[in-house]
C-alpha cells in the first residue's frame, strides 16, 4: 500500500489540533508524508497530539518547511486543494481525477498536495506552484471543509485508486454449500406440509419464495444447522431419514 510518494502539504495551518488530525487522517489511508508549511509553534502540542491518537509517529516525523516552494521540491505533479471553485486557468480536478492523476505522476517520482490555511486558503503566490487545483464538490452553498476532513477525503480517494483489496476476515462459519441448501428446502417442504400450511398439491410457489427469501440471506453453516434443529425440534421425526429424496419443486414458470 501506499506506493504513490504523495506529500500531503499544510500551508500555513493556525489550529495544532487540524495537524494531528490531518496526521490521523493521512496514516488511516496509508500515507506517512506530512510536511507543513510554517506552522505554529505548538503543532506538536498536547492538542495536535490528542487529535493525531494513533498517528503520533506521522505527526513526530512531519517536516517543517519555511516556504511551499521548498516544500514540493522535486515533486512532478502538485495539487492545490480549493475551498471554491477559482477561475485561474489552472485545471481543476473533481477528487477522484485528481487521485488518478497523482497515481500515474507519482509512478515517476515524488507528488504533492496542497492544503491552503484555515481562514483564507491558497494564496495566489501559492496557487502560482500548483500545476492543477482540486475541488471537491461539495454543498455549493457551503462547501468548505475542515481542513483535516479535506485531507481525509483526499486521501480516501488515492487509497481508493491504489486498488484497495479488503482486508476481510474469515468468516467464523464457512457459507452453507448448495447441497446443504437442498437438503434443507426438503426438509422445510415435508415440515410445512406435514404442518398442513403447505399444500402437497401445489407446493411450488411457496417454496420458491421461501427459496429465495433464504438464499438472499446467504446463510452460513451454523445458522443452518439451527433452522435444521428448529425444524427438528417442531416436527419431530421429519429429520433426514424420512424426508431425503423428496425432488426439488420443478420449474412452473414463476418469475
Ligand atoms: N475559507 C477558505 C477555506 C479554507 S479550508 C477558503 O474559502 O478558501 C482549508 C483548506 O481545506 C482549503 O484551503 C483547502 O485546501 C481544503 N478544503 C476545504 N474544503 C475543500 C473543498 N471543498 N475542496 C477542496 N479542498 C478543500
Known amino acids: ?21 490531518a496526521a490521523r487522517a493521512i496514516k488511516t489511508m496509508g500515507f506517512d508524508r506530512l510536511v507543513l508549511v510554517n506552522p505554529p509553534a505548538d503543532h506538536h502540542g498536547a492538542e495536535a497530539r490528542a487529535r493525531a491518537s494513533g498517528a503520533l509517529d506521522v505527526l513526530e516525523s512531519a517536516e517543517v518547511m519555511a516556504s511551499l516552494a521548498a516544500a514540493v521540491q522535486g515533486c512532478g505533479l502538485v495539487v492545490g486543494a480549493s475551498a471554491r471553485h477559482r477561475r485561474l486557468g489552472i485545471a481543476e480536478f473533481d477528487p477522484r481525477e485528481c487521485a488518478g492523476q497523482m497515481l ?68 467464523e462459519s464457512p457459507p452453507a454449500t448448495v447441497a446443504d441448501m437442498e437438503l434443507f428446502y ?36 451454523n445458522e443452518l444447522n439451527i433452522l435444521r434443529g428448529i425444524l427438528a425440534a417442531l416436527a419431530p421425526g421429519s429429520g433426514e431419514r424420512h424426508w431425503r429424496g423428496v425432488p426439488p419443486p420443478a420449474d412452473d414458470g414463476t418469475p
Open 104 to 171: 500515474a505522476a507519482g509512478a515517476g517520482g515524488p507528488v504533492a498536495l496542497v492544503f491552503g490555511t484555515e481562514r483564507s486558503g491558497l494564496s495566489n503566490a501559492e496557487l502560482d506552484l500548483c500545476h492543477a487545483l482540486v475541488y471537491i464538490p461539495a454543498n455549493p452553498g457551503y462547501s468548505s471543509l475542515n481542513l483535516a476532513a479535506a485531507v481525509q477525503l483526499l486521501a480516501w480517494e488515492l487509497r481508493a485508486a491504489q486498488g484497495i483489496t479488503l482486508d476481510i476476515p474469515p468468516p
Open 1 to 21: 500500500m501506499a506506493s504513490v510518494p504523495v506529500r500531503f502539504v499544510l500551508c500555513e495551518p493556525t489550529h495544532p489540533g487540524n495537524i494531528g488530525a
Open 186 to 221: 426438503e426438509h422445510l417442504q415435508r415440515v410445512l406440509a406435514a404442518s398442513g400450511f403447505l399444500d402437497p398439491g401445489n407446493p411450488r410457489n411457496l417454496m420458491r419464495r421461501l427459496r429465495r427469501l433464504f438464499n438472499r440471506a446467504r446463510l452460513d453453516q
